[in-house]
């Protein structure tokens, strides 16, 4: 551990103030750069009043306090310097005093590009006589690309490709974004070498070789899941996860390759039998195969995109399942990544919308195990975290922060 860094820990784990214990370390701390900014969040500490933000931009500190009295669990640092690496450590106060200070995370703010330059890369092909495109952004600033999100253009895909948070998320996570397209591949395609040879091309094209053994986080809108899940379903050894935004059939995520990829299945309530059938696919495939499935109904959303409000829960589930499946230490240029499997049993469920009640509901959750009623028809979500996300969204309709 670096000195600094080592002396502020020390420092702030003391003695407790009399007979009163300090709180603990906050958790599961991230941090995304976006333009002039970092945007921080983290789990509850229990027994803490507020929490501390302290930055430095060179590694161990020194550190200075930006904000000393956060009541929230996030936090965004303002200001700052594009192009630049900013460190964040975040403690806890209590009555017993401040506590340690979290690991080190750090984000670098960029600007993203001019309206107009979205794909500085294509490949173009023709897939069953039909034309067909690869769209390649790659973030700045990152040296080696370690995964890969594809969106299909086919509903809302491209509009969610290209959103900012989007890109910034994907920049937090050292990643590109590829969005595809053509009457021949935008519901989904086979074989998979197809996208693997649009990946080698634009490697090339963007001196990024290392695209083609990244793993991929698949997105499909409605007819789209033909994609999201299809390709899952050919390359389960690949695919970080997938999500099928409003689909149009349960079918389209049936195949057993992906129950135990991570997905998660989000419907409108107002999307009719389109939504009934996903949920009842959803239930089953949990009941009958302990599939790594959640389901997500939203509040008075139809067949489309609530506004921006859809996409953050969307986000939230990406960067969940990002850091819980591609190792820290993962370098494409070696290879194809071996992904971190996840257990059910590791995860936490969330009980199911009910129809009959209608609109916005704070559905239980708990971890495996623990959740009361009928476990075996309840969603599985990969950890605590996204867990609460999906019971605010449940809830709401839309989450406070996604990061």
Not at 37 to 42: I, P
Not at 164 to 185: K, Q
Not at 318 to 333: G, N, S, Y
Request: glycine fraction near 12%; include cysteine.
């Amino acid at each position: 551990m670096n000195q600094s860094l080592c002396l502020l820990t020390l420092a702030w784990s003391a003695v407790s103030v009399g007979a009163i214990a300090k709180p603990g370390i906050p958790g599961n701390v991230r941090a995304v750069g976006r333009n002039g900014e970092v945007a921080l969040a983290w789990s509850p500490v229990p027994g803490a009043d507020a929490y501390v933000v302290s930055h430095t931009t060179s590694a161990g500190g020194p550190y200075a306090v930006l904000d000393g009295a956060v009541a929230a669990t996030h936090y965004v640092a303002m200001k700052l310097a594009n192009d630049t690496r900013h460190l964040f450590v975040v403690s806890a106060t209590g009555p017993g005093g401040q506590g340690a200070p979290s690991a080190e995370v750090s984000a670098t703010p960029f600007r993203l590009w001019p309206e107009g330059d979205e794909w500085p890369f294509t490949f173009r092909t023709r897939v069953k006589s039909q034309h067909a495109f690869f769209h390649l952004w790659l973030p700045p600033n990152t040296p080696v690309i370690k995964g890969v999100f594809a969106f299909t253009y086919h509903g809302c895909g491209g509009t969610l490709a290209e959103l900012p948070d989007m890109r910034y998320l994907a920049a937090s996570l050292d990643s590109a974004i590829v969005g595809l397209g053509g009457e021949t591949t935008k519901r989904g395609f086979r074989p998979s070498r197809i996208m693997f040879d649009a990946l080698d091309d634009l490697g090339r094209q963007s001196n990024h070789p290392e695209l083609v053994n990244a793993p991929i986080f698949t997105f499909g809108h409605s007819n789209g899941t033909g994609f999201a899940a299809g390709f899952a379903d050919q390359e389960p050894e690949r695919v970080i996860g997938w999500i099928a935004f409003k689909s149009a059939n349960g079918r389209q995520f049936s195949l057993p390759p992906i129950y135990a990829v991570p997905g998660l299945v989000l419907s409108g309530e107002r999307d009719r039998t389109y939504f009934n059938n996903q949920l009842d696919t959803v239930e089953r495939l949990r009941r009958e195969q302990n599939a790594l499935m959640g389901m997500i109904v939203e509040p008075k959303a139809g067949h489309g995109p609530n506004g921006r409000k859809s996409y953050g829960i969307c986000l939230a589930f990406m960067r969940t399942v990002f850091r819980l499946r591609v190792p820290a230490d993962a370098d494409p240029r070696q290879g194809p990544v071996t992904l971190n499997a996840l257990l059910p049993e590791s995860g936490w469920l969330g009980a199911n919308w009910e129809k009959a009640t209608g609109g916005g509901q704070r559905l239980e959750t708990a971890p495996c195990g623990e959740l009361a009623g009928d476990a075996s028809r309840a969603s599985w979500f990969p950890n605590e975290d996204f867990a609460r996300c999906r019971q605010q969204f449940s809830e709401t309709g839309q989450l406070a922060t996604w990061w």
